[in-house]
């Protein structure tokens, strides 16, 4: 059974600072990996999309790095801001199937 | 492009009765649409996996009797929440898959339900 895990489940820095994720899954036969953004009582906001054969994905400030062979993916931000303030999330979609596997996610808070 | 809605945003109501929710692909058409639960502080947890025009696959743990799951369009999937009670309020999401790029799930805003 797949399992997604998030460390650290909160995490507060100052403006500035540059930062990294983790997600950690159990099975490495997934289809993709997505990172989103939830900010407090919305919906989701997809960051970014690693298929299984890709390394890596950038968007702007950010960042996203999967080694399917030990399970691991990482999202890093560059000089954080406070609006990067929210909870992220990370979800794996297993190979043959439609849907998505969600960590706990990570609450970030950027302080001014 | 690939924008999910979802209607109502928020909704409250009294234990026993029933509430539907709605979830639409305005420009797409959504072969799958997939329901996630999310309790307070928690992250989402799937619920039920729809295919237009068939029945819904349901998560194990999860009531399909409770949980009514319609997928008559390719725009237009429905959850019906029946007799709910005060442990069924939660944060309902919904996401779906288009026809031409299945590799991403796009999500909705999600609806709060409250059962008093």
């Known amino acids: 059974k797949q399992e997604v895990t998030q460390i650290p489940a909160a995490l507060s820095v100052p403006e500035g600072e540059n930062l990294v994720l983790n997600c950690s899954f159990t099975?490495?036969?997934?289809?993709?990996l997505q990172w989103f953004r939830q900010d407090p009582g919305k919906g989701l906001t997809s960051l970014l999309l690693?298929?299984?054969?890709?390394r890596e994905q950038t968007s702007g400030r950010l960042n996203a790095s999967l080694d399917k062979s030990s399970g691991r993916s990482t999202l890093y931000i560059a000089a954080s801001q406070p609006g990067d303030s929210a909870t992220y999330l990370c979800?794996?979609?297993?190979?043959?199937?439609?849907?998505?596997?969600f960590g706990q996610g990570t609450t970030l808070q950027v302080k001014p | 492009g690939a924008v999910v809605s979802q209607h109502p945003s928020r909704v409250i109501c009294k234990s026993g009765t029933s509430v539907k929710i709605e979830c639409r692909s305005l420009?797409?058409?959504?072969?799958?649409m997939f329901w996630y639960r999310q309790f307070p502080k928690q992250s989402l947890m799937l619920m039920a996996t729809?295919?237009?025009?068939?029945?819904?696959?349901?998560e194990q743990g999860v009531e399909k009797d409770k949980f009514l799951i319609n997928h008559a369009s390719l725009t237009l999937s429905t959850l019906t929440v029946t007799s709910a009670h005060p442990e069924d309020s939660s944060f309902y999401i919904c996401?779906?898959?288009?026809?031409?790029?299945?590799?991403?799930?796009?999500f909705g805003p999600g609806t709060r339900l409250t059962v008093t």
């Open positions: 996401s779906a898959g288009g026809t031409t790029s299945p590799y991403e799930q796009y």
């Open positions: 099975d490495s036969a997934i289809y993709n």
């Open positions: 690693i298929q299984s054969s890709q």
């Open positions: 979800a794996v979609r297993p190979r043959n199937t439609g849907k998505l596997i």
């Open positions: 420009d797409f058409q959504a072969t799958t």
């Open positions: 729809s295919n237009e025009g068939s029945k819904a696959t349901y």
